[in-house]
């Protein structure tokens, strides 16, 4: 709830954060914290469980979908085109299992099992994403993209910091954003910051 609630002050009282925009966050963000080992939690979920969630998940839908406090909560999913929270965790957690942990598990009557998606790797290959695109580049290098700092440079937010807190620029998300630290860059140092960029762009294996 902190966070749905940074978010809302993250857009502001007018309507100046796109709706995109506003699901980008909650799903790169919000959804994925609370995801967070799913696989040894989500077996557990009872009644009171799943209404805390969706409790949770509804304040944001309300700011994507910008709609009145008293529409009822599954119209604010199929309007924001979510899935219910609690099937999302489980979701995730039975991919961890099958996939991760080589667990069979099952979700309702349909089963899972690690045999059915376990492949054979013949050789290396370099998957698409190890190489950043222009687009990135751009983003990363310009400053120009949607960042907290950005979109409040433009009057498009009211203010500029990241849910963490901390101002919500490109740097920081590459370097020390706790939301982020799974693909964190090393920072260079202030003197060698140009010539880190210059060869951040070229780099093949630049974290996305």
């Known amino acids: 709830m902190t966070q749905a609630n940074k978010l809302a002050v993250m857009s502001g009282r007018n309507w100046g954060v796109n709706p995109k925009l506003t699901r980008l966050w909650y799903k790169t963000v919000a959804e994925r914290r609370i995801c967070?080992?799913?696989?040894?939690?989500?077996?557990?979920?009872?009644?009171?469980?799943?209404a805390q969630l969706s409790t949770i998940q509804r304040l944001f839908t309300l700011k994507i979908t910008r709609a009145y406090r008293?529409?009822?909560?599954?119209?604010?999913?199929?309007?924001?085109?979510?899935?219910?929270?609690?099937?999302?965790?489980?979701?995730?957690?039975?991919?961890?299992?099958?996939?991760?942990?080589?667990?069979?598990?099952?979700?309702?009557?349909?089963h899972f099992n690690t045999t059915d998606y376990d492949t054979q790797m013949s050789q290396w290959t370099e998957p698409p994403w190890s190489k950043p695109s222009t687009t990135l580049k751009?983003?990363?290098?310009?400053?120009?993209?949607?960042?907290?700092?950005?979109?409040?440079?433009?009057?498009?937010?009211?203010?500029?910091?990241?849910?963490?807190?901390?101002?919500?620029?490109?740097?920081?998300?590459?370097?020390?954003?706790?939301l982020t630290d799974l693909n964190h860059e090393e920072e260079p140092p202030p003197a060698l910051y140009?010539?880190?960029?210059?060869?951040?762009?070229?780099?093949?294996k630049t974290k996305r």
């Open 36 to 50: 967070y080992a799913a696989s040894t939690w989500a077996e557990n979920l009872n009644n009171k469980k799943i």
């Open 70 to 110: 008293t529409t009822p909560s599954s119209a604010l999913l199929i309007l924001s085109g979510l899935l219910p929270l609690h099937l999302t965790v489980k979701k995730e957690a039975i991919i961890t299992n099958v996939t991760r942990l080589g667990r069979n598990d099952k979700f309702g009557s349909t």
């Open 138 to 178: 751009n983003i990363l290098h310009s400053n120009h993209g949607p960042f907290p700092n950005y979109l409040n440079r433009f009057c498009i937010t009211e203010n500029d910091p990241c849910l963490c807190g901390e101002p919500g620029t490109p740097d920081h998300y590459l370097f020390s954003c706790p």
């Open 194 to 204: 140009h010539e880190w960029a210059i060869q951040a762009a070229k780099c093949k």
